[in-house]
């Protein structure tokens, strides 16, 4: 997801005039299946909500799921999705910038997909509105898959399982509006809710003391102002200090709004403890080094959100915290 900047809204621009031009014919064909996928939401969650078009199916989540996991979505067939979102990293990466094809860097670590069936934009300026127009961004990114919708369309459609499965999904032939609307609807299935912390919640279990402590640390700090609700974030953009000169402006490249410098989407903290390393450019290589930050205070850069002061924690109480950080590992979501 972290393809190079410069190019973010000019490709979600393009994206919206070529996808919406693919969306006039209503599906139909009598190869279509649309047997509902049935999510397993978790307990306190929400339904998230489905576009009219891509409401989630078998056959839909089927197509998007072995389009995340093929290398013939990148240019060589040297990379997939799932190069950058490994399963077992709660579908997040290792790599401070994941390099893409001939080892061009881009700009930003990897992200976690933990729950993206429920954030309202993405990209971390978040430049792209939807699921469907995001998934069109690392294929065609030179520091990607650098690959175009026009020849994946043209590969795709001489695999005789890809031209069988877009006609059960879509009841269309092989095309962008296909591939985008499967990858969204597999990703939408990537639902992470059932970590100790929601055992808790659900009164199942008990913290031990030491997480129970780390618990209290993260209400008093005010992590939970934006770190809220059953995903753990209110999506909102903030600037947490990182910096006090940055070389990614974050929502400023969007905005070009001076006040907007620095601030980035407030990730979940779900899995947190598999989603090494932090910050969007990866630059905090561990969990100590993230609760380091926040006890230090940040850098005094003029954006920074006001809550974010020295914490002065003395060593136990970051190991408590860092222990409650643990306990929204999710060991059934990997």
Do not use: W
């Not at 969650?45 to 072995?66: D, I």
């Not at 979940?268 to 561990?286: D, F, K, Q, V």
């Amino acid at each position: 997801m972290h393809f190079h900047i410069r190019h973010s809204i000019l490709l979600v621009f393009f994206s919206a005039l070529f996808f919406n031009a693919c969306t006039s014919d209503p599906p139909t064909g009598p190869q279509l299946d649309l047997t509902p996928y049935e999510l397993d939401i978790p307990e306190g969650f929400p339904m998230p909500a489905f576009p009219e078009g891509n409401e989630l199916t078998e056959a839909r989540v089927e197509l998007g799921k072995k389009l995340f996991f093929d290398k013939a979505l990148s240019r060589d067939f040297s990379l997939s999705c799932e190069s950058c979102h490994k399963q077992a990293l709660a579908f997040s990466d290792p790599v401070l910038v994941e390099p893409g094809l001939q080892l061009n860097l881009g700009l930003r670590n990897s992200p976690t997909l933990a729950n993206v069936a429920y954030h309202p934009y993405f990209f971390r300026e978040g430049g792209s509105p939807n699921l469907e127009l995001q998934a069109a961004a690392p294929i065609e990114s030179e520091e990607e898959m650098n690959f175009s919708i026009p020849e994946l369309v043209q590969r795709l459609s001489e695999d005789s399982d890809y031209v069988e499965m877009a006609l059960k999904a879509y009841g269309r032939e092989m095309d962008a509006f296909v591939i985008t609307r499967a990858l969204a609807s597999f990703q939408r299935t990537l639902i992470s809710g059932n970590a100790k912390y929601d055992q808790v919640v659900r009164g199942e279990t008990s913290f031990t003391a030491e997480e129970e402590l780390g618990f209290t640390i993260f209400n008093d700090a005010n992590c939970n102002v934006c770190h809220s609700g059953f995903d753990l974030t209110n999506y909102t953009f903030e600037n947490n200090g990182l910096y006090t000169v940055y070389e990614d402006g974050g929502l400023y490249r969007r905005t070009l709004d001076t006040l907007d410098v620095g601030k980035f989407k407030i990730p979940s903290l779900r899995n947190i403890e598999l989603t090494a390393p932090y910050m969007h450019n990866g630059s905090l290589a561990t969990l100590e080094d993230v609760v380091e930050h926040y006890n230090s205070g940040g850098q005094n850069h003029p954006n920074k959100n006001g809550l974010i002061q020295n914490l002065d924690l003395d060593q136990s109480q970051k190991n408590a915290l860092i222990a409650f950080l643990k306990t929204l590992t999710d060991q059934e979501f990997i």
